[in-house]
């Protein structure tokens, strides 16, 4: 798969836009990639982890979300189901599973149901497989609106403490099991 052709697809003009999603996707990819490196006996897909690190927030453009010159109508919880969609009609649904998986830790359908989030009810977007949790995390540590900057373990964990203690919990579990 070439990701730079699915990407250049969808954002076919060089954009403020499109700098923001590479740039914060390739830090994604780069710590995927060194946890893959501290741990070969987990025996991990890297060219997997690159390539759907680098589409995982695909969707992103067709959000309204003005800070990262997205200019769409969708909430912007929603970028990761857009991603998936799109994924799969390109024909590549493991990807696509890290799109829709990757926000915040995983969202159960019990805190979309309970937080009524404009997203599919009875459905939990959740990462299941290693490569999809480690992306999740890896997302943690890079925000697009700070892209020079990558997020201490207590920063990631206190923001996502807004979401939860169990989310904050899983991040923190994660980090002992990737990088502690």
């Not at 025996?43 to 680098?54: H, I, K, Q, S, T």
């Not at 977007?125 to 892209?147: R, V």
Request: charged share 30%.
């Amino acid at each position: 798969m070439d990701y730079n052709k699915i990407i250049d697809k969808y954002y076919p003009e060089e954009t403020e836009r499109k700098r923001i999603l590479i740039t914060h996707s390739k830090s994604v990819a780069q710590r995927a990639l060194q946890i893959a490196d501290l741990h070969p006996e987990l025996n991990l897909d890297r060219e997997f982890l690159e390539e759907a690190a680098m589409l995982h927030d695909l969707g992103i453009f067709a959000c309204d979300a003005k800070a990262i010159d997205c200019h769409g109508t969708e909430p912007y919880i929603r970028h990761g189901i857009i991603g998936a969609d799109i994924l799969r009609k390109e024909g590549f649904p493991q990807h696509a599973r890290v799109c829709e998986r990757h926000t915040g830790t995983g969202l159960p359908a019990h805190h979309i149901e309970m937080l009524q989030l404009p997203l599919p009810p009875y459905v939990d977007y959740c990462p299941e497989t290693l490569e999809e949790k480690i992306i999740c995390y890896a997302d943690k540590f890079y925000s697009k609106t700070h892209l020079n900057q990558c997020k201490t373990m207590e920063q990631a964990y206190r923001s996502l403490m807004k979401f939860g203690h169990d989310t904050a919990e899983r991040f923190k579990q994660w980090y002992q099991e990737f990088e502690g």
